[in-house]
């Protein structure tokens, strides 16, 4: 069974950091690459960064390379996206999104989690 339950979202100020997190399931962490993909009020769903099974392939979008970083917790089949220097621009609803390898296009993935809201504000 695909499990995927995103957590950790929350409003923060400009140049702070967070950590959003998918808790999957053995049998989801085992079997799928791993995405996450935000999607702000009015924009279309965009990819973010993405880890592949081993947790040893990593790609990331252009606008969060160098200030995100995507790893994953293998023992407790958790994801977790380490945002650093945080701007309004990343304000959106972060989604997890399992796909059978990695790709950067929100219809390749097959499964989705709820999403967990993240605000940037000053």
């Known amino acids: 069974q695909v499990q995927l339950k995103e957590s950790g979202g929350g409003l923060v100020k400009p140049g702070d950091s967070l950590r959003v997190s998918c808790l999957t399931s053995?049998?989801?962490?085992?079997?799928?690459?791993l995405g996450w993909f935000r999607q702000a009020p009015g924009k279309e769903r965009e990819f973010v960064a993405a880890i592949s099974r081993s947790g040893g392939s990593t790609d990331y979008a252009d606008s969060v390379q160098g200030r995100f970083f995507i790893s994953k917790d293998i023992a407790k089949y958790t994801v977790h996206l380490q945002m650093n220097s945080l701007k309004p621009e990343d304000t959106a609803v972060y989604l997890c999104?399992?796909?059978?390898?990695?790709?950067?296009?929100?219809?390749?993935?097959?499964?989705w989690g709820q999403g967990t809201q993240v605000t940037v504000s000053s």
């Open positions: 999104a399992a796909n059978d390898a990695i790709s950067l296009f929100d219809h390749e993935y097959d499964y």
């Open positions: 053995e049998y989801t962490s085992k079997r799928y690459t």
